[in-house]
Every structure is written in structure tokens, then in C-alpha cells.
């Protein structure tokens, strides 16, 4: 394929570009959640320094961010550019080729921060609009702007289980709650707020029974829950970021995100002993998963009703495997058809702990209060690791000043664009 060009700019064309390219992040970090399993894409065209149309990727099986644009514009395209936070589709799936309908446009420029990681598409978009003597230009300051959007696009499409975002509020000394298991509340009202930003990126909510059993959650996206002194803290910009810039974390951050109308997917580790007021037992967007071992068992409770009613719906499933590991891959696996792509992991330190140990971990969100608890509940409890020389060790890491909290955010992997 040809390669593609790097832009380098003068101070007034990058000034240009930032802004075209900020706006398509945007776009494609609104739509988070929304898209799943595609990536949340955003598009922006422009000619003559005047923006025509803007669009982002609606749900699987809809149109992609590319085609939204280009309805949304009117007037002749000829000689238009357009900004994509993602190389162009050049493969027919629940959607036509989005590159076929850039060259009917008539776009003359295409600007791209990377290539797609979909083996389907990287770099054969490219190759499709360049035959069709469209300019391509890699927009390298972007790229990792663009990348912290796509990490978990990136796991699904190549390993095809959901990205799993562990969130946890901790103490200072490491517990996320006190011996008797009271942790109302270790972190302020202003990391709960973004708690909820963070809920609202997702397509699913992951916890154990023993979260159920002693909270009985709800597991939605509540702004209301905040009074207006908690919004104006971000606001007016009170936090202060440092270490790596990550654009994920500075979506949640600044609201980008406006669309949170989208279902959640609660899924529970395991059948909490009483379902009787349980809101997730309520709630049709609620499955349970156990052991197959636990099946007879469960229809001996004195709830068998209500057991039986999930069972029959599909609500409660049975994990064929044994061990604790293979049982989160397998689930991982099953998530992955039903569409899950974003997963945030609030379940406790045991549920937490089958995750590490199955490698499961692809970015941790802690929030750090200043505070000491002494004894008390860890943050994970699994099997661990034997030697330091074993640990996890997370990259491209954030760190956000919340006020009192401290907001820690790290990787798994670092992850690089193919920029040809």
C-alpha cells in the first residue's frame, strides 16, 4: 500500500487541524456505550475553514460516524475534508463501506490520526480512498488522543472479550472498607460524580452477589444524586491532571459525554441469597451467572419462584467451568456475543481477584481518599502473586487531584497506533 502522509504544520494550520480533530473526539467519546461492539467513531467535515457537517457512529448496525457526516451535510462536497478519528471501513458488514461513500462525496482529503486495528480494515481503507486519488494524511499528534477511545475496540475486535475497567475508592492504607464492611463513604461526592461519567462510557456493569446482597444497587447512571457545587467542581476545572495525557480520563473529566440513554447490562457474580426486593432482580437488563453445580441447589430456595422465573428467561446462566479463571473467561466470552465491549468491574475484592488472576485487568481506576481504616477489606483477594517480579504493572498512567481524592488511572498494555 502507499504510505500515508505525516502532516507537519505551521502554527496556524495546527491550530486549525487541533480544533477539527478535538471536535471528532468529541463526538466519537459521546457515543461510548452507545456503539458496542464498533468503535465510537467521530467525523468532522470542513471546506474552507468553515465546517459543513459533523456526525458519530449511532448503535450497531446503524451508520458509522463517516456516513452521518455526510448526510448531515449539504451543499457540494468537492474539494470538503474530512477529519475521522478512525481509518474508513472499506469491508461490507452490518453496514456498507464507509470509504465508498467518502469517494462519492467527492472528499478530496481524508485526515486520520492511525490505521484501524480490525485486521479487516488496516490500512485497506486507506488504500481504497488513496486508489481513488484521495489525499490521506496521518495526523500524528492525535494518535494517542485517538488510541485511549479505541483500547477496548482494540481487545474485542483481537481477542473478542469485553475491555474491563477495574474501579475502586480506597483508602490511604488500602481498604475499601472497614471489618464490618461499612464504606459509605470512602471517596467524596465529586469522585462518585465521575463514577457515573464513567457508567455512562460503558455497556455494562459487572459486581458479585455479596455488592447485591449487602447494597442492593441499582447499578444506573444517576446525575441527580449530585448537588450543583459538586458539577461546578468540574465545572470550573478545580482537578489538575498530570503524568500521561490521557483523553478518555479527559473526557470524563470535561462531560463530553451527553447520550446516556443507552441500556446498561448488569451482570452479577453468583445469586444473592434473597431476590425477593432485590432491584436487579427487577430489571430485565440484569443477568446472573453461577456455577452449573449450583443449579439444584438454588431451586431448594425458599425464593424458588423467583429463581425458576430468571432460569427460564435466560437471566440466570450456568458457567460450565470449574475453576474461577476459566470460569471468567468463559463468561467473558459469552458477554462478547451478546455485544458487551466496555466493562466496569465494581464487584468486591473476591470477584475482583478472579478477574486479576484470569488476566482480565485492562485498566485500573482507583480513587484514593485520605483517610485510614486499619483493618479491613482489601481491594483484591485472589491468588495474587508470589514475587514482586510477578506484579501487573500498569502504564500510561494518569493521575487527577479531585479535591481530597486521588484519582489513579493506569493500563495493562500501552497501546500504539500503526501509523502506515
Known sequence: MHRIETLFLTDMESQKHNEYMTLALKLAFGKLGVTSPNPAVGAVI??????????STQACGLDHAEVVALKNATGNLAGATMYVTLEPCCHWGKTPPCTDAIIKAGITKV?????????????????????????VIFLREFSQPAIDLLRPFKKSILRHRPFIIHKAAISLDGRTATTMGDSKWISSPVSRLLVHRLRACADT????KATVEKDNPALTVRYTDFSQETEKFYETKQYTAVGYYNSFINGLLEAWKTDVTHDLKKIVIGVPDKLQNSK??????????????????????EDYTIIAKLIDSGRIQFLQSDSSVDQIHELLDILHTKGSMIAVLEGGARVAGSFFDSGEFDQCMYFYSPMLVGKGKNVIEGKGRQFITESMSLHDVTSVFLGHDILVSGYKESYQFEAV
Open 46 to 55: 470542513v471546506k474552507d475553514d468553515t465546517i459543513l457537517a459533523t456526525g
Open 205 to 208: 456493569i459487572i459486581v458479585g
Open 111 to 135: 485526515i486520520i490520526p492511525g490505521l484501524d486495528p480490525n485486521p479487516a480494515v488496516a490500512g485497506k481503507g486507506v488504500r481504497a480512498l488513496q486508489q481513488a486519488g484521495i489525499e
Open 280 to 301: 436487579l432482580a427487577g430489571d430485565d437488563n440484569a443477568h446472573f451467572f453461577t456455577t452449573h453445580k449450583e443449579k439444584d441447589a438454588l431451586l431448594k430456595r
